[in-house]
């Protein structure tokens, strides 16, 4: 079956700093690769996305590769802000599921500390 | 732009209660789940839809039913409410076409059963 590994957080980090969260995943055929982010008190908001190996995603200066031979799609920004401190999902879908559901990684934790 | 609307944002159940957390979605899609969120984890599937009429189960359906009557309502009904069922619960829906790869998240409804 599908899954999702992601390190395990929480991960701290001072205002500026370089961000990696890893993320692995297992999937028959060809999935998308999706990384969420959930603020405090908020639900689920796409943060970026790739559908095809060596497709990277951005958006709002994260990055993430589709790297089908390692099967991962870590998340990285080269200077963190405060106001990144929330929780990130990594994420997968499947076409060759009828159910094209998300199969969630179990979320990081991200502290930045002004 | 309501996208994908939930109600209530909070409850609380006494063991044994029903209660239906309510999801209606104006985008038209197809695809409709219903994922819960225990603490530290990721998101598990518990039920599904794929258009209206039909539903099926995720990972986690014991203890919960689903109907898809419209388009764009879909209710999440707990029989005879369990502390195990104290949880966040995300309702999420997405387009049928191949490139709706994103789906979209409600804000959450967070349930204590005591």
């Known amino acids: 079956g599908n899954s999702v590994t992601q390190m395990e957080g929480p991960v701290t980090l001072s205002e500026e700093a370089f961000l990696t969260i890893n993320c692995t995943y297992t999937a028959t055929g060809y999935p998308s690769l999706f990384w969420y982010v959930q603020y405090p008190g908020e639900g689920l908001q796409l943060l970026l996305k790739a559908t095809k190996a060596d497709d990277k995603g951005s958006n709002k200066g994260f990055e993430a590769t589709y790297r089908k031979e390692t099967t991962s799609f870590h998340l990285e920004k080269g200077s963190v802000q405060v106001s990144d401190s929330a929780v990130y999902f990594c994420?997968?879908?499947?076409?060759?599921?009828?159910?094209?559901?998300?199969?969630f990684g179990s979320g990081t934790r991200l502290q930045v500390q002004p | 732009n309501a996208g994908v609307t939930q109600t209530p944002k909070f409850r609380i159940l006494k063991i044994g209660q029903s209660m239906t957390l309510q999801c209606a979605q104006d985008m038209n899609h197809n695809y409709m789940y219903w994922y819960r969120q225990d603490p530290g984890m990721g998101l598990k599937l518990i039920y599904y839809?794929?258009?209206?009429?039909?539903?099926d189960k995720g990972e986690v359906p014991n203890g919960y039913n689903v109907s898809r009557s419209t388009t764009e309502d879909f209710p999440l009904r707990l029989e005879l409410a369990a502390p195990s069922q104290t949880s966040v619960y995300f309702c999420a829906s997405r387009g049928r076409r191949v490139r709706d790869t994103e789906a979209f998240f409600g804000q959450g409804t967070r349930l204590t059963v005591v």
């Open positions: 994420a997968l879908s499947a076409l060759d599921t009828g159910r094209r559901a998300l199969t």
């Open positions: 839809s794929v258009g209206a009429g039909i539903t």
